[in-house]
């Protein structure tokens, strides 16, 4: 076990929709990092936020936005969702904003968009 | 733009013997690189990194990975594969981006299958 929490596990949806992702990280680690993993594009960097602050973003598409909150939780909202959103979206965390440390998983949480 | 090869889809290794798993990278300024795991159903977990220092790196599970500059590769090895190591392998280099952050590139990953 990781230490960092996502939630649902698992996401069925329809195309349009919009739907929200949570993710805990683990104590006292300050960055938050979210990936998207599909069998066609790979593992894919989409954000990093460090202590409240968006730090780092990578191929995010417009309709999709995050947030980390005071408690350090994170969320990333997708919406007008397509079919190619299909996914396993992954959360994790890192005790600084550097990266020499590594990085600690969630277990993911599966959005299926029919 | 920084990028990671992964160059074998998967990889069989009866158990016992030694594996390897390929990584090749290339990158502007001095590489960071990473290795991560996926067992089925679960997120990654980290097995070890090159920062600086040592070229040969050891990490968790009895993994270590040798980093090699002139051939710009860092493969992970084991000397003595366990059925239990049969999962998915990623190798992950460290890009600038633009704003003077950075992110991480991953390589496509490889299968790894230890048979008894």
């Known amino acids: 076990d990781s230490g960092v929490t996502q939630t649902p596990k698992h996401l069925i949806t329809a195309t349009g929709q919009r739907v929200t992702l949570r993710c805990s990280p683990r104590s006292g680690d300050l960055s938050v990092y979210w990936y998207q993993q599909s069998l066609d594009q790979g593992l894919q960097f989409l954000i990093q936020?460090?202590?409240?602050?968006?730090?780092a973003k990578g191929n995010i598409l417009e309709r999709f936005s995050a947030q980390q909150f005071p408690d350090l939780h994170s969320e990333l909202n997708l919406s007008s969702l397509e079919l190619g959103d299909s996914a396993l979206y992954f959360c994790?965390?890192?005790?600084?904003?550097?990266?020499?440390?590594?990085?600690?998983f969630g277990p993911g949480t599966r959005l299926t968009v029919t | 733009a920084q990028s990671v090869a992964q160059p074998e889809d998967q990889v069989n290794v009866a158990e016992g013997n030694p594996l390897t798993v390929k990584c090749t990278y290339s990158?502007?300024?001095?590489?960071?690189l990473f290795w991560y795991v996926q067992y089925p159903n679960r997120g990654l977990q980290f097995l070890l990194k090159y920062i600086t220092g040592d070229n040969l790196v050891k990490g968790s599970y009895g993994f270590e990975a040798e980093f090699n500059k002139s051939q710009t590769s860092f493969h992970l090895k084991k000397p003595s594969a366990l059925v239990s190591d049969s999962a998915l392998y990623f190798c992950?280099?460290?890009?600038?981006?633009?704003?003077?952050?950075?992110?991480?590139?991953w390589g496509a990953g490889t299968k790894l299958i230890i048979k008894p």
């Open positions: 994790a965390s890192s005790a600084l904003d550097s990266y020499s440390y590594e990085q600690y």
């Open positions: 990158v502007s300024g001095n590489p960071y």
């Open positions: 992950a280099v460290r890009e600038a981006l633009m704003d003077s952050n950075y992110q991480l590139i």
């Open positions: 936020y460090y202590n409240g602050e968006e730090r």
